[in-house]
């Protein structure tokens, strides 16, 4: 039976302030939690359900879960439906000096603010085999649940750090090319695209800072096939990453 006070220090870990803290966050779902269990990530504690556990007593699992029972699990969940098993894990240390910009892909988060797209990009990021992203400061956190439940288990092969982009665009390596999602810039089906470099993605409502922009060597753009006056003005910050990311490694073929 879970206390009160674990049920409290869990619930507090939905919050920034506490999981800075404590340096833990929360984890759900079976998928999620067996992808981080396997992973660099280190589990401070698995909290199931009995039929979850009965389900799941193989190899994957490489800590004892605490049985609680469903009502319990509903009480530490941040899901409206809650899933069958819950982990703790402690948050890495992963720094800007543990990435290395020269000749690898790697995506710059300038500003994204919402859980969905965050967690969607890092799932993309993982799709094409990006193994690091940089985000601004200000950036949604990546261990916000909302992010962690999107990536649905990315989180665990995609280095996140975050940093002050514009001083890591002042101090690249010169021949690191800089590519800026744009609505002025070249049709991304159309223009040259190395196989490495940084990809920038802009604010969700504002797109990329002013003063980011003179760092970027080469503006694309994805163009709209509808030749309607209506139309959407631009596309979602996820599914844009998606398609840049598709395209540059389509080049690499």
Request: with cysteine; proline share 4%.
């Amino acid at each position: 039976m879970l206390s009160q006070s674990k049920i409290k220090y869990i619930r507090s870990l939905s919050n920034k302030k506490f999981r800075i803290q404590y340096r833990q966050f929360i984890v759900e779902g079976t998928k999620s939690v067996k992808e981080l269990l396997n992973s660099n990530y280190i589990a401070d504690s698995i909290y199931a359900t009995k039929d979850w556990i009965n389900n799941h007593s193989d190899s994957s699992v490489k800590i004892n879960p605490i049985e609680i029972s469903e009502n319990e699990m509903g009480k530490i969940s941040q899901l409206t439906t809650p899933q069958n098993v819950l982990g703790i894990f402690n948050i890495p240390d992963i720094s800007i000096n543990n990435l290395s910009l020269s000749g690898a892909l790697t995506l710059m988060l300038d500003d994204i603010k919402d859980p969905g797209n965050m967690g969607t990009i890092i799932r993309i990021a993982d799709w094409f085999g990006i193994k690091q992203i940089i985000c601004s400061p200000k950036s949604v956190d990546i261990y916000n649940p909302k992010v962690v439940q999107g990536s649905m288990g990315s989180i665990a092969r995609v280095n996140v750090a975050y940093a002050n982009l514009l001083d890591i665009l002042q101090n690249k390596s010169e021949n690191i090319p800089v590519y800026g999602a744009l609505l002025d810039g070249e049709n991304i089906y159309k223009t040259t695209l190395e196989s490495s470099g940084i990809i920038i993605i802009g604010n969700e409502s504002e797109g990329i800072s002013e003063n980011l922009l003179p760092h970027i060597s080469k503006k694309i753009m994805i163009p709209s096939f509808n030749t309607n006056l209506q139309k959407a003005e631009s596309l979602n910050a996820a599914i844009a990453a998606g398609i840049i990311c598709a395209e540059f490694r389509r080049r690499a073929i």
